[in-house]
């Protein structure tokens, strides 16, 4: 299966600089094999979606609110999302978790609200360094996995270790690999057959250096990439170091 590379913009990009960077991605995507989506701030979904309109690459929202409509304000719904051009999610990213306070609970009541508007979806575990140094990882990952993700997942699981979010620093290849084949092990457990092909992104300071070691790890069936998807170039580079087979 052909690896996914995602770009998470965060909250970065205005008009101009959407557009730049679009304009790049769609000269550089031609010929790719692998799957790409791009996350764009909500301000710019729409018009990054256009922008994008039958190129390969795909767009998504940063996250979405468990209700279809209502007294939300600042909020945006599933539906919203799907208005906008979006057809990905990324749901529990570790800035959500930690800025606005989402728990497990939440975010897998997201991934219902976005499956059942056909979004797909990206959910997003990892530890934190005390968690790690602390020997946790596993049972922190493990329990995130058990409450964030509904009895009908359907999407893609990120492991980012929150320690290497836009830091430079990265786990070590045996660490990425014990952790994505205890994701594939929990996943099984917790899906049976179905928890054996849901794909496994690694996210945090993917890079174009690291980047072909990390996507040749058993179980990583892509990357979520942060700063690097802000720069044409990089994120090109990234997505030319993906498998497509
Ligand atoms: O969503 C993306 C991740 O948080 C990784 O960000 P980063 O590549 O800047 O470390």
Not at 19 to 30: F, I, P, Q, V
Not at 79 to 105: F, N, P, Q
Not at 213 to 241: C, K, N, Q, T, Y
């Amino acid at each position: 299966m052909a690896q996914l590379i995602a770009g998470n913009w965060k909250m970065n990009g205005r008009t101009r600089q959407a557009a730049e960077l679009c304009a790049a991605l769609r000269d550089g995507a031609g010929g790719l094999g692998c799957e790409l989506v791009v996350f764009p701030p909500a301000t710019q979904l729409t018009a990054v979606a256009g922008l994008l309109a039958g190129s390969p690459i795909a767009v998504g929202g940063q996250d979405c609110h468990a209700d279809p409509d209502g007294a939300h304000t600042g909020d945006i719904s599933a539906g919203m999302l799907r208005d906008c051009g979006a057809t990905w999610v990324i749901l529990g990213h570790s800035e959500r978790r930690a800025d606005h306070a989402e728990v497990d609970d939440l975010i897998r009541q997201k991934v219902e609200a976005a499956q059942g508007e056909g979004l797909r979806t990206i959910v997003c575990v990892g530890e934190t360094d005390e968690q790690r140094a602390t020997g946790r990882e596993t049972e922190v990952v493990g329990w995130q996995l058990l409450g964030s993700l509904p009895r009908d997942f359907a999407g893609v699981v990120a492991y980012e270790p929150v320690w290497a979010i836009g830091s430079g620093k990265t786990p070590g290849i045996d660490e990425v690999a014990a952790m994505h084949a205890f994701i594939r092990e929990e996943l099984v457990r917790q899906f049976a057959e179905a928890g054996r092909s849901v794909p496994i992104l690694y996210g945090g300071s993917v890079k174009p250096g690291n980047a072909a070691d990390l996507l040749a790890v058993p179980e990583v069936a892509g990357a979520l990439v942060g700063g690097a998807s802000l720069v044409a170039v990089d994120f090109l580079a990234i997505a030319r170091a993906a498998r497509y087979g």
